[in-house]
Antibody, heavy 123, light 109 residues
């Protein structure tokens, strides 16, 4: 079973760049059949998809965040990363990474999730 | 964008009850619909994918149905560990790739 673990600073200053890394264990990012996603959840609110990456480096971003988001992959470390620039208090949220299985028919599902990490944007 | 609307937003039920949660898409999404369970302070957990396929390890009291725009998640006999918030999510549209419903909080009566 795949396991994912987010890491990175829990506090980021306004206007700076939020950087998080997700380390994958129990499976290889390069094995194919999966995208690797970032999702966030504002305190007490619902879920918002940020984007995902394929091991080849192809990326897909939520248009509402696209101008500020970069997702990258390091297959040698079995990790993928999120950078969100020019953050404001509105970016304070729990950030999750998740494996995104591609099943028959072209559908996908977020099948395994990291535990999540709270990132607070404050000076 | 495809909008996902769940109903009800909250629900009170008792152990042993049969519970149904509904999710409606703003346009047809075929069967590209997933259901997740989230407990306080925890990450969401995939329950159902492709509208009706049970994720490995998920108890058989959970089931999903529907296609097009209307979907349901049913719990046949509520257990104490099922009290949580449930989200539907579409994986049909290209951008944004995924949108979630607003959640249904299932509470103990």
């Amino acid at each position: 079973q795949v396991q994912l673990q987010e890491s990175g600073p829990g506090l980021v200053k306004p206007s700076q760049t939020l950087s998080l890394t997700c380390t994958v264990s129990g499976g290889s990012i390069s094995s194919g059949g999966y995208y690797w996603s970032w999702i966030r959840q504002h305190p007490g609110k619902g879920l918002e998809w940020i984007g995902y990456i394929y091991y080849s480096g192809s990326t897909y971003y939520n248009p509402s965040l696209k101008s500020r988001v970069t997702i990258s992959v390091d297959t040698s470390k079995n990790q993928f990363s999120l950078k969100l620039s020019s953050v404001t208090a509105a970016d304070t949220a729990v950030y999750y990474c998740a494996s995104t299985r591609i099943y028959g028919g072209g559908g996908t599902a977020l099948d395994y999730w990291g535990q999540g990490t709270l990132v607070t944007v404050s000076s | 964008d495809i909008q996902m609307t769940q109903s009800p937003s909250s629900l009170s039920a008792s152990v042993g009850d049969r519970v149904t949660i509904t999710c409606r898409a703003s346009q047809s999404i075929s069967s590209y619909l997933n259901w997740y369970q989230q407990k306080p302070g925890k990450a969401p957990k995939l329950l159902i994918y492709a509208a009706s396929s049970l994720q490995s390890g998920v108890p058989s009291r959970f089931s999903g149905s529907g296609s097009g725009t209307d979907f349901t998640l049913t719990i046949s006999s509520l257990q104490p560990e099922d009290f949580a918030t449930y989200y539907c999510q579409q994986s049909y549209s290209t951008l944004p790739r995924y949108t979630f419903g607003q959640g249904t909080k299932l509470e103990i009566k």
